[in-house]
Nanobody, 127 residues
Framework: QVQLVESGGGSVQAGGSLRLSCVAS????????MGWFRQAPGNEREGVAG???????AYVDSVKGRFTISQDNAKKTLYLQMNSLKPEDTAMYYC?????????????????????WGQGTQVTVAS
């Protein structure tokens, strides 16, 4: 059973930055993909960014140019650098992972594609 542990959330002013981290207990396969999702109260969980084992990335339009997903395979760690944060970015952020092939690039932003989830880390952006 893969465990994912997120950290790095917090409260910032609009325009500020945060970097989220997600440590995986293992990579069960050389073929995998990971992603960041977020969920605000009353909203559906939405895909924010995804990355494959080979470094292919996907972003939801609302964060393009502001957020960057990256990974350190040696540390089994996934990152989400979030710059120019806006109040609408306020949400619980979740790390997710799955093994195998993701399909199309946009599929990495679909929650049904993922088997493993972290507990989440809260991001609050004040105006």
């Amino acid at each position: 059973q893969v465990q994912l542990v997120e950290s790095g959330g917090g409260s910032v002013q609009a325009g500020g930055s945060l970097r989220l981290s997600c440590v995986a207990s293992e990579y069960s396969s050389s073929s995998y993909y990971m992603g960041w999702f977020r969920q605000a109260p009353g909203n559906e969980r939405e895909g924010v960014a995804g990355i494959s084992a080979t470094g292919v990335t996907a972003y939801v339009d609302s964060v393009k140019g502001r957020f960057t997903i990256s990974q350190d395979n040696a540390k089994k760690t996934l990152y989400l650098q979030m710059n120019s944060l806006k109040p609408e970015d306020t949400a619980m952020y979740y790390c997710a992972a799955s093994w195998g092939f993701y399909g199309s690039v946009s599929d990495m932003l679909q929650k049904y594609k993922y088997n493993y989830w972290g507990q989440g880390t809260q991001v609050t952006v004040a105006s």
